[in-house]
């Protein structure tokens, strides 16, 4: 199949495992609607630029949801209860990502989520991000040698976490 544009209806609420894996979509038109995007369902879709249907509804992504795509912005949604490991994992076009409108009391990993994003300059919001529960830090940001700041703000990492190993390791 050679898609390049997709069309979804209106009541649509998930995409589900694999939806688009290894297609050679590029834009996805969604509704607002969208709560779910499964895991691998755009996974190695490497020309899919669109990040629009990460809506505001989304509440759960899955693991490798947009690994290997060609996402260039990412707002999280507020209402993402989770940011699941290698959810954009190797997303080499991906330059920006704002985490202001998350909220991530519940999280408790995020490891190798953003790896291998070797054009990622900006973390907007990224300091304000409530990692008090957080367990895993691991390889989060690693290969992602274009980020030159950060700012970690408020982070107050306690004795939950076992791990932040290679976290910004290039």
């Known amino acids: 199949w050679n898609i390049s544009e997709f069309n979804v ?3 649509t ?3 589900d495992a ?12 969604a509704p607002s609607g969208i709560t779910q995007i499964g895991e691998d369902a ?3 879709a490497s020309n899919f630029s669109t990040s629009g249907i990460i809506s505001s509804n989304l509440t759960n992504l899955g693991i490798h949801a947009f690994d290997s795509t060609d996402l260039r912005y990412v707002e999280i949604s507020e209402n993402l209860t989770s940011i ?3 959810a954009f994992y190797s997303c080499s076009a991906l ?5 202001s409108n998350i909220n991530t009391e519940n999280l408790t990993t995020m490891a190798y989520t953003y790896y291998g994003c070797s054009a990622l300059t900006t973390l907007t919001g990224l300091g304000s991000l409530d990692v008090s529960n957080m367990v ?3 390889n989060v940001f690693r290969g992602c040698s ?3 700041s950060f700012n970690l703000g408020s982070w107050e990492v306690t004795d939950k976490c076992t791990t932040m190993a290679s976290m910004f390791y290039d």
């Open 84 to 86: 699941p490991q290698y």
């Open 95 to 99: 330059t920006s990502i704002n985490f």
């Open 13 to 15: 609420e998930v995409f």
């Open 146 to 148: 274009k980020i030159t």
């Open 42 to 44: 755009f996974r190695y």
């Open 9 to 11: 209806e209106n009541e």
């Open 136 to 138: 895993n830090f691991s």
């Open 18 to 29: 694999s939806s688009f894996c290894a297609s050679s979509v590029r834009t996805v038109n």
